[in-house]
């Protein structure tokens, strides 16, 4: 669905001028874009049987063995925002399943590491079919002046979002754990 500056400027609050109204185009396509990929992955969970957590788990795990990192369960807990106890249940949920296997870290038997198993890579690729492939294909179709305008501004967009979720947890009021 394609939106014009006209429809995209009547979805939000924003000034008619005209400034304001390819910004709201910019955002109403960022907007339609994320509720886009949203759905894509609403489909891979189901396809594969995942909740949210458990898939962007499962990606970040792949990711780093990618580019030949491990991760153990405390920088993935840092990585979703949850607690440990709740990494713990992912995790068993996860080894259940057969999607990663906990293993002893090389670098200290103590410490455990999680590796996501052959057929998790393959399903995450079976469910999302050529959508990777397509993803590239659009992406390469940009010159070299475009791709960079459009990542400093995912990359600005996504620091004006942590500064906003900064400024929430800051004012949050004190917990009543934190004030006895």
Known sequence: MAYS???AGTHYWYADDAQRERSVAVLEAL???RAAESAMRSRTQRSMGLGENDLLALRYLLIAKQ???TTGPKELTAYLGISSAS???LIDRL???GQVRREHSPFDRRALILVPTASTDAEIQA???DVPARMVEVAN??????AKVVVDFLHNMRAAVDEIDAHVDSDAPPSSASSR
């Open 5 to 7: 500056v006209q429809d």
């Open 31 to 33: 907007r339609t874009y």
């Open 67 to 69: 580019d030949g990192r």
């Open 87 to 89: 990494t713990t249940v």
């Open 95 to 97: 080894e259940r399943a």
């Open 127 to 129: 469910a999302l079919g």
């Open 141 to 146: 179709r940009l010159d070299p002046a475009q």
